[in-house]
């Protein structure tokens, strides 16, 4: 069974740093696409980062370049999300997902086959 499982979510500071990890299991995730996706209250989900199945082309929002590294480890089949510098408008569920069809990457939310359940991560100010 194909599961993706988001973790390193938490309560954060402004300013601080928090890494995410996500678990794959059940395919060969290490050929997918991965993305990390994220969704605030009362807002649409938005996509946050992406990367492609070898690691070597990245995408990132331009509210988080700079400040947001995605990688990827093929061999533990885990994608992290390295958030240094968050503000209060990071606070967000984030979720991790990964794409088989794509050649790279891709932002297109509707591209990703497999999501994870979620993880908190709230920002105070």
């Known amino acids: 069974q194909a599961q993706l499982v988001e973790s390193g979510g938490g309560l954060v500071q402004a300013g601080g740093s928090l890494r995410l990890s996500c678990a794959a299991s059940g395919r060969s995730f290490s050929a997918y696409a991965m993305g990390w996706f994220r969704q605030a209250p009362g807002k649409e989900r938005e996509f946050v980062a992406a990367i492609s199945w070898s690691g070597s082309k990245t995408s990132y929002a331009d509210f988080v370049k700079g400040r947001f590294t995605i990688s990827r480890d093929n061999a533990k089949i885990t994608v992290y999300l390295q958030m240094n510098s968050l503000k209060s408008e990071d606070t967000a569920v984030y979720y991790c997902?990964?794409?088989?069809?794509?050649?790279?990457?891709?932002?297109?939310?509707?591209?990703?086959?497999?999501w994870g359940q979620g993880t908190q991560v709230t920002v105070s100010s």
């Open positions: 997902a990964a794409s088989s069809g794509s050649i790279d990457y891709t932002v297109d939310d509707h591209q990703y086959d497999f």
